[in-house]
C-alpha cells in the first residue's frame, strides 16, 4: 500500500466514517449537498455512519452529507467512498445565474463545468477545461424537472475558486462564452467522480444573478420546497437508474 492510499484510507476510517466500518455503508446512491441541508429532514429510518448517514426517500435507500463549501473536505468524502458500494453521486447545491433570461428560482443541471478549482489539476484536468458530467443521468435528471413544468437550464457552467472575486469583466467574459452559471465545486466534483468511475450529476437552485446584479431570498422561499420536493420524487423514481 502507497501513501496516498494508505492515507485515503486514514481518513475514511478516522474523519469521514469515525470509527464505523465503511463496508456497512450500503447505498448505491450518495447525495452531496453543498453549503445547505437540503434533504436530511425529509429522510426516513436514517442511520449516522461518522459524517455520512443513510435513509430512506420511498424504498430508494441513499446515502446524505452536508458538505460545506469548497473543495478541500468534498476530496476526503468523495475518495472515501472507494471503501463502500456507492457508484452514483448526485450534488445538490445553489449557483449564481450568467445569462440574463435565467432568473432566481430556476434550475441549472449542468452538463459540464470549467475548471477554475485548484483541486481537479489533480485528478486529470487542466485549469480552464471543461469537466463533464456523466450525461446519461444529467440528461435524466434535467428531463425529469422539466415534465414537472419546472424552468430548467442544461449546459456548460463555471466552476470558481475565489468566491468574492467575481469581477464584472469575468462575469462578462463567462456569459459571452455561453456559461450558464457559477458556483464552487461542480469541476471538482465531476473530476472525482471520474477518477473513482462513479456515475455524477448536479442540481443547482439559482439564488442570485451576477449579469443582472441581483441577489434574492430563493433559499428560504417556496421555489426551495419546490426544488428539493423534485428532487425526492427524482431520487425515488425509476429515471434515476435510467
Not at 455503508?25 to 445547505?36: C, Q, W, Y
Not at 463555471?158 to 464552487?184: C, H, P, S
Request: glycine content about 10%; proline content about 5%; some cysteine.
Amino acid at each position: 500500500m502507497n501513501w496516498e492510499q494508505k492515507f485515503v484510507r486514514f481518513v475514511a476510517e478516522r474523519w469521514v466514517f469515525q470509527g464505523t466500518d465503511p463496508h456497512d455503508f450500503t447505498p448505491r446512491t450518495v447525495l452531496l449537498a453543498f453549503g445547505e441541508d437540503f434533504l436530511s429532514p425529509l429522510l426516513e429510518r436514517h442511520q449516522h455512519f461518522g459524517s455520512l448517514y443513510t435513509g430512506y426517500i420511498g424504498d430508494r435507500l441513499i446515502g446524505y452529507m452536508r458538505v460545506p463549501p469548497g473543495t478541500v473536505i468534498l476530496e476526503g468524502v468523495m475518495r472515501s467512498l472507494t471503501f463502500t458500494r456507492a457508484d452514483t453521486v448526485i450534488g445538490l447545491g445553489t449557483c449564481g445565474a450568467l445569462q440574463p433570461q435565467i432568473d432566481c428560482g430556476d434550475i441549472v443541471v449542468p452538463e459540464s463545468a470549467l475548471a477554475g478549482d485548484c483541486l481537479s489539476a489533480h485528478y486529470g484536468f487542466e485549469h480552464g477545461q471543461e469537466i463533464p458530467a456523466s450525461a446519461g443521468l444529467s440528461t435524466s435528471l434535467s428531463a425529469f424537472f422539466g415534465r414537472r413544468g419546472m424552468p430548467v437550464h442544461s449546459g456548460p457552467i463555471v466552476t470558481t475558486g475565489a468566491a468574492f472575486r467575481e469581477t464584472d469583466e469575468m462575469i462578462g467574459a463567462w456569459q459571452e462564452e455561453g456559461y450558464l452559471g457559477v458556483e464552487l465545486e461542480a469541476s471538482s466534483f465531476f473530476a472525482l467522480a471520474g477518477f473513482q468511475h462513479m456515475q455524477s450529476a448536479m442540481a443547482l437552485l439559482v439564488t442570485d444573478s451576477p449579469v443582472r446584479n441581483e441577489t434574492s431570498e430563493v433559499i428560504r422561499g417556496p421555489q426551495r420546497r419546490t426544488f428539493v420536493d423534485a428532487l425526492t420524487k427524482f431520487i425515488a423514481s425509476p429515471d434515476i437508474t435510467a
